[in-house]
């Protein structure tokens, strides 16, 4: 027991070398380190990681662990704080993380939002390497809107250098017919063809309840948004609509919608949702149950409020 404790005596507090520790006590170094093992096992040498004020280590992993999340970034917001600080505080942190998970060759989905215009407004200027910047919907909203999709892409691959595949279309069209129409159009298929082939699609998440654009009268189709409510939907991802319990319901809105599909989203290895507030927490936590998201970049009231509440 004397030679554990001085083992991890002269290692972690001496800061000696288990070379150094193996000449000072005579043994070998594969010695010293199973001496620092054994202490490990029995609790002679206990680490602890304390945060500094502002991260929320011990949240991000309760969220892993809850959702089957590869990785949860928790954003410290101040409460007081408005819904567009509350986006731009998100939007630099998703930004930071785009830059850290960047890879040479990526393929980038992006979807709209005003949370994802955030992102893209965070981000610096990197040149990068055979990276490319896909429009996984066509448009929705206001074409002059900096929260459009396509430019969003466009912003994107610019300060990226990168090159930009837009899907040259409306998100949604007037019916079955027009959209097989605008499949056939080699631009769209250039687009559509790439959505199987993503590294990485960035996503916001939509509250049916509280998203203007979804309750404007005008983005959807007469008739959609009561149609969506009867079938139980409560929010979205790149417009596929899901119930509390985090199954995607199918109405005929999804039959004229181009862009990404529900089963491609939950297919894919990386979806990362940059999403946060008190208005959407219900419709974050159905699509974390719909497993369409592997990421989730968010704030601390927001992730408080998931793991509360995660029956």
Known sequence: MHLLTKVSTLYYVGQQTQQEIADRLRL???RVSRLLAEALERGIVQITIAPPTGLYT????????????????IV??????????????????????????LQPGDAIGLAWGTTLEAMVQAMPRRPTDQVRVVQTLGGIGPPDRDAYAASLARRLAALLGAASVLLPAPA????????????????????????????????????LASNPVLTDGQSLPAGSYDELRRAGAIGDVA???????????????????????????????????????????QAIRAALKARAV?????????????VNRTS
């Open 172 to 207: 949604i069209v007037a019916s079955t017919a027009v959209r097989d129409a605008l499949r056939a159009d080699p631009h769209v298929q250039a687009a559509l063809h790439q959505l199987d082939a993503l590294d990485v699609i960035y996503v916001g998440i939509g509250s």
């Open 28 to 30: 070998s170094r594969p």
């Open 239 to 281: 417009l596929r609509f899901f119930d509390a319990d985090g199954v995607f319901v199918h109405t005929s809105l999804d039959e004229r919608i181009l862009g990404i599909t529900a089963d491609q989203l939950r297919r894919h290895g990386r979806v990362v949702a940059v999403a946060g507030g008190r208005t959407k927490v």
């Open 294 to 306: 592997n990421v989730l970049i968010t704030d601390q009231s927001t992730g408080r409020a998931l």
């Open 76 to 101: 410290d917001v101040d409460g007081r704080q408005s819904e567009e600080m509350l986006r731009r505080q998100i939007g630099a942190a998703a930004a930071e993380y785009l830059m850290r998970t």
């Open 58 to 73: 011990d949240l991000e992993t309760r969220l892993e662990a809850d959702f089957g999340l590869e990785e949860a970034l």
